[in-house]
C-alpha cells in the first residue's frame, strides 16, 4: 500500500521521500484519531499496528512522546488501554479445559488429575494464565506502558481480593464454600498470572531507552512484592479447600464413588500445600517470579518465599 501511493504521487510530480512519508504519516494520523473515535478496541489495536508496519508510526522508545504530542494524552490512553485490555485469542480469562482428564479432574473418582489439580481447567499456554494477549502482540515502544497498566488493575484486584473474606463452612454447604474456592483460586492465579508475565517482558523488551532502565526494575520489583501476598493467600484457599473436603467426605455416603473422590481431593490438596516450595511443579508455582524474588528483594523481606527458600 505504502508502494502504491509513494507511485501515485511521483507521478504526479511530487518529489522527495521525507515529505512523502510525513504527508502518510499525517493522513495515517488522521485516519487513526477517527478510529479512536469510533473506540472499537479491535480496529484501534489493528490500525496502530499496520501503521508502525508501514513505517508511519515509530517503533522506538519516544513512541509514547511521539503519540502525546501528535494525538494527545486522551487519546494515547485510550490507545494503552486498547492494548493492555486485548485479549488472549486462544483462551477464555486465562483458563482452558483440562486435555489429560478431559476436564472431568479425576481418574474413576479414585485419583485426582494432577495437570489441574482435579478442578479440569488449566491456566492457558500462550497467556501464561493472564488472559491478555501475550507481548510478542504489544507494538514495541508501548510494551513498557501496556504493562505497567496492567501490573497497576492487577495490585488492585490482588489488594480487594484479600480484604474479601474466605467462604465460611458454618454459614454454606461444603459443595458450595469448595467451590467458592476454586473460582477465587483460579481469579487470585489469573493476577498472579499477570504479575508473572510482567516479569517477563525484561527480557522481552528489545529497547528501553537508559531513562526507564530503573522503570523497569521498579515495576519488577512491584510485581514481586504482591505476588508474594497473593501466592499466601492461594494458600489459605487451599486450606479452606482441604477442610470443605473433610466436611464433605463426612456426608458423602462411605465407599460411594464421591466419597472416594472427596477422600482423594483432600490428601492431594494437603499434600500440595506442604510441597517445597510451596506448590512446586504445578500451575499454582509461578517460576519466573521465584527468580526475580531472588534476585531482587533481600531474604529479609520476605515472608513466605524466605521460608521457601530455607527449606528447600
Ligand atoms: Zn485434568
Ligand atoms: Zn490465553
Known amino acids: 500500500m505504502y508502494m502504491v501511493e509513494e507511485k501515485k504521487n511521483s507521478a504526479k510530480g511530487k518529489n522527495v521521500s521525507n515529505e512523502l512519508s510525513s504527508l502518510d504519516t499525517g493522513q495515517a494520523l488522521e ?8 473506540g472499537h478496541s479491535d480496529e484501534i489495536v489493528q490500525l496502530f ?35 493492555a485490555r486485548l485479549e488472549c485469542f486462544n483462551c477464555k480469562n486465562g483458563l482452558r479445559q483440562c486435555e489429560n482428564c478431559d476436564g472431568t ?20 499456554d500462550f497467556c501464561g494464565g493472564s488472559g491478555w494477549a501475550s507481548i510478542d502482540c504489544i507494538p514495541l515502544g508501548l510494551r513498557l506502558v501496556v504493562f505497567g497498566v496492567r501490573l497497576e ?75 508474594v501476598r497473593g501466592e499466601k ?23 460411594s464413588k464421591m466419597q472416594k473422590f472427596v477422600a482423594a481431593r483432600t490428601k492431594f490438596y494437603s499434600a500440595l500445600l506442604n510441597a517445597r516450595p510451596q506448590f512446586a511443579g504445578t500451575y499454582l508455582e509461578h517460576p519466573f517470579l521465584n527468580e526475580a524474588a531472588k534476585r531482587l528483594i533481600p531474604n529479609k523481606d520476605l515472608d513466605t518465599r524466605t521460608q521457601d527458600g530455607n527449606e528447600a
Do not use: H
Not at 111 to 116: K, R
Not at 171 to 199: G, H, M, P, Y
Open 105 to 124: 479432574g479425576q481418574f474413576d473418582y479414585e485419583m485426582v488429575c494432577e495437570s489441574c489439580l482435579g478442578l479440569a481447567s488449566v491456566p492457558c
Open 153 to 227: 488493575s492487577a495490585e488492585k484486584q490482588v489488594e480487594s481480593m484479600l480484604e474479601e473474606r474466605l467462604p465460611n463452612l458454618s454459614e454454606e454447604k461444603a459443595t458450595a464454600v469448595f467451590n467458592k474456592c476454586v473460582d477465587s483460586l483460579f481469579d487470585l492465579n489469573r493476577q498472579i498470572s499477570v504479575l508473572e508475565s510482567t516479569v517477563g517482558i525484561e527480557l522481552d523488551m528489545i529497547e528501553v531507552p537508559v531513562n526507564l532502565e530503573g522503570q523497569v526494575s521498579k515495576i519488577t520489583r512491584k510485581c514481586v512484592l504482591v505476588a
Open 49 to 83: 499496528l499496520e501503521d508502525q508496519a508501514r513505517n508511519l508510526f515509530p517503533k522506538g522508545g519516544d513512541t509514547l512522546k511521539w503519540l502525546t504530542d501528535n494525538i494527545g494524552k486522551k487519546a494515547t490512553t485510550k490507545l494503552i488501554m486498547a492494548f
Open 233 to 255: 493467600r492461594l494458600g489459605e484457599i487451599i486450606e479452606a479447600m482441604i477442610a470443605a473436603c473433610k466436611l464433605q467426605s463426612e456426608s458423602e455416603e462411605k465407599g
Open 31 to 38: 485516519s487513526f484519531l477517527k478510529a479512536l473515535q469510533r
